[in-house]
């Protein structure tokens, strides 16, 4: 995860950004480990991707992992 933070506005929730590496099964593994979906204060989310046309070199390469 390279970054992760609540909206402030309405609807309410939040917003988690992974590495342009990370696969829709390791973001679900993810989420099932996170305490607020175990404890059931989470009842939904969405995975969505999200096409990043331009890549700064030292960010590609700071997640390269």
């Known amino acids: 995860m390279l970054v992760a933070g ?3 506005e309405e ?9 342009n590496r ?3 099964a ?4 993810f989420v099932a480990g996170d305490p ?4 059931g204060l989470v009842t ?5 991707e ?6 700064h070199a030292a ?3 700071a997640t390269n992992f």
């Open 6 to 8: 609540a909206f402030t």
């Open 11 to 19: 609807p309410l929730g939040a917003a988690f950004v992974f590495t």
């Open 22 to 24: 990370a696969t829709h």
């Open 26 to 29: 390791t973001v679900n593994a």
């Open 36 to 39: 607020y979906v175990k404890a």
């Open 44 to 48: 939904e989310y969405i995975v969505q």
């Open 50 to 55: 999200w096409a990043v046309p331009v890549l």
């Open 59 to 61: 960010v590609d390469a």
